[in-house]
């Protein structure tokens, strides 16, 4: 469960990044690795291409082999993940996107008390607590920006759900991972 206080957590905030979640969830939204990556070249650059170096505007090069880019002018060579949040973090983006939604989900509904580390590692698929512990907290921290920061980007559609009812995307959302019970087999931590 997060440490946060009643005065700290802003139920109105997560109930209208909630209504901008797309009626699927993340997992059939997004099916492959690549659709993935595509959402985030479009997220980062949705106002147009600008390489990180040098601010060159214009179209980049694909570099498909090593599914890399690489900017015309400078040669400064990237991918997309290396400008998003997770830089430097091997935790594929599906499993982040669905983290995200786990988060607004249990926020949205008012059940912190199921949004444990075990719970989140277990749809993120990692087995190092510490990992986990620090993912959630920084997806946490980017979620309270304004209609969801970073990961709001992602996965949110900008069509509003006003008939969505939280408790109701929860439940969906337990049903499909399989948390049939707050007692439900989580993975162990290794050490």
């Known amino acids: 469960m997060l440490r946060s206080s009643d005065e700290t957590v802003d139920i109105r905030h ?12 993340v997992a059939d939204r997004f099916l492959t690795k690549e659709e993935c990556e595509a959402a985030v070249f479009q997220s980062i650059w949705e106002l147009g291409y600008k390489c990180p170096r040098c601010d060159f505007e214009g179209k980049s090069w694909v570099l498909k082999s090593r599914n890399i880019f690489q900017c ?15 830089r430097r973090k091997t935790v594929p983006f599906l499993d982040c996107f669905k983290g995200a939604e786990w988060i607004i989900a249990t ?32 997806m946490f921290k980017e979620l309270q920006k304004p209609l969801g920061g970073f990961w709001g980007r992602l996965i949110c559609v900008d ?3 006003e008939s969505v009812d939280s408790q109701d995307r929860l ?12 007692k439900a087999r989580f993975t162990k931590f290794e050490k």
């Open 107 to 138: 926020m949205a509904a008012n059940r912190r008390n199921i949004l444990t580390i075990n719970s989140f590692a277990g749809i993120v698929k990692l087995k190092n607590y510490r990992t986990a512990r620090a993912l959630r907290l920084e």
């Open 72 to 86: 015309p002018d400078c040669r400064f060579q990237y991918s997309a993940r290396s400008q998003t949040p997770l």
């Open 171 to 182: 439940e969906a959302l337990m049903d499909y991972y399989d948390f049939g019970s707050l």
């Open 159 to 161: 069509a509003v759900q």
């Open 14 to 25: 997560w109930k209208k990044v909630a209504q901008h979640l797309p009626e699927e969830i």
